[in-house]
Each structure stands twice: as structure tokens, then as C-alpha cells.
């Protein structure tokens, strides 16, 4: 017949706080032992994985264990992991090269702008020119042939109408 065991404790039920295994004494008699809760262990704060190389502590006793069992050599060590540290450092070197192409930028602005209008006035000036030589053409032209010619030409024009 199988032994019937009592819990040795006050609180009778199987909780989560009130586990207990099966243990043969000695003396051949059937008892149970109390076990204590295990922690989850340390997470990354930011993914959430669990992180290697930290020993499992529960409650109190991470207070009384050296440093080099609740954490790993490198920055963000006990609370993130390896791969969102690498995100992390390059995310922050990406932010200070903007920041430093955006000070260039800053600094080249005036340079760029007095650039660009140096190019618009030079276009303005071309455009002058040309409109000036243009202008010339024509007064020549208009010149060298008599106005009799021009209404000759336009006359039989005005007739097709
Ligand atoms: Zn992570």
C-alpha cells in the first residue's frame, strides 16, 4: 500500500509558493521537502530573450554573490544582449554622423546659395545678350530690305483671307 505523506507546513495547498518533493529518509520513511522558488532568470530590458552567461538567483541571495556571476564584461552587460548593444552602437554612431553632416551642410549653406545666384545672374546676363544681338538682327534686316518689299509679301496674304 502506498504511504500517505502530510505536508509538514501550515499551508496545505499546492501553490506555486508551496512546492514540495518526495524524499526517502534514512530511515526508510516516505517525507516531503519543501523546495523554493526558482527565479526566470535575467532578461534583455529590450527583446526580452534570457541572458546567457548570468547565473539564475533567487530573491535575496543575488545581495550576497560576487559581480562576475550576475553579469557579463561588456557595456550593458547583466541587462541587455549582445545584439541589441550592437543595434544600440550603431544607431548612436548613425545620430552623430547626421549630426555632423548636418553641421557641414549648416556651415556650406551661404557658399552654396552665393554659388547659385552667381549661376542665375550669369544665365540673366546670356539671356541679355542674346535678346540684345537678337534686336540687332532684326533692325538690320528691317534696314537693308525697303518697307515696299514687306508689303508686297504681306498683301497677297491678306487676299487668301
Ligand atoms: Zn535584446
Redesign the pocket.
Known sequence: MVQRIARLRRNPYNTASNRVKIVKTPGGRLTFQYLEKRSKGAH?G????PLHGITRYVRTESSRVSQTSKHVTRAYGGS??A??VKNRIIRAFLIEEQKIVKQIRKSKAPELRRRERAIEKQKAATLLREQKAAKEKAEKLAQRQPRRADKQTRAPRKQKK
Open positions: 534583455c529590450d527583446c526580452h530573450a541587455r544582449c545584439k541589441c
